[in-house]
């Protein structure tokens, strides 16, 4: 019964002791990658990871969490050294996307984004606010597509000008102005942002 129970324990701290090597390998990488490019690295990283104590995946997205850990990590940054964010993200709350966007966008030192796989929606919101996107070759950015709901914005804001008025009710009212925002809240300056590819390169492990 004792070695069950210990099996048990093992099992269950596994995730965690996993989790805590990730991090102190990323964070030798981050200090090798700064000290070459002479900037400040950021990482924006949203993963299956299993860190529950049974191990279920726990799926991550831009929450308002990440806003604030982000702009703190950049307002720590002295304004002329340059910024170098890690992006890889389904995308998340459109008001966290948009304060890290304005953040990146307004930071004096140039700005890179790199792609290693997939930056979506809200993230690449934030990728447009950059000076610069560097992405793998099988990397991709996705449509800027704000959800109300369930319900993309935009599709709301069709349906709202295609009904007559009269069989428009308030709800759907409400949700049309709700959608405007949420449009006008995504509209970023990205005219001024250069990208290009590098080769995937693989790495030792899905860290």
């Known amino acids: 019964m004792d ?46 990871e299993t860190m529950s104590l049974l191990g279920f995946p726990l799926f991550r997205y831009i929450d308002i969490n990440d806003s604030e850990e982000v702009i703190h990590a950049i307002h720590l940054t002295d304004p002329e050294i340059p910024l170098d964010l890690v992006l890889h993200t389904p995308g998340g709350l459109v008001l966290a ?13 140039k700005v890179t984004v790199f792609v290693p796989h997939y930056a979506m929606s809200g993230g690449t919101l934030i990728a447009l606010a950059a000076d610069e996107i560097v992405m ?8 800027v597509d704000p959800q109300l709901g369930e319900y993309p914005a935009a599709s709301i804001l069709k349906t709202a000008h295609q009904k007559p008025i009269a069989e428009v009710d308030d709800k759907d009212i409400d949700s049309g102005r709700s959608s405007r925002k949420s449009d006008s809240a995504d509209a970023t300056r990205g005219g001024g942002v250069t990208g290009r590819q590098v080769p995937c390169r693989a790495g030792g492990g899905h860290g």
């Open 3 to 48: 070695i069950f129970w210990l099996f048990f324990m093992l099992s269950a701290l596994q995730p965690v002791i996993k989790q805590r090597l990730l991090e102190t390998t990323r964070k030798r990488l981050i200090t090798l990658i700064e000290r070459e490019r002479k900037s400040r690295v950021v990482l924006l990283v949203h993963r299956q």
């Open 97 to 109: 996307a948009t304060q890290i966007a304005r953040a990146v966008f307004k930071h004096k030192g």
């Open 136 to 143: 793998c070759e099988h990397a991709v950015l996705g449509p």
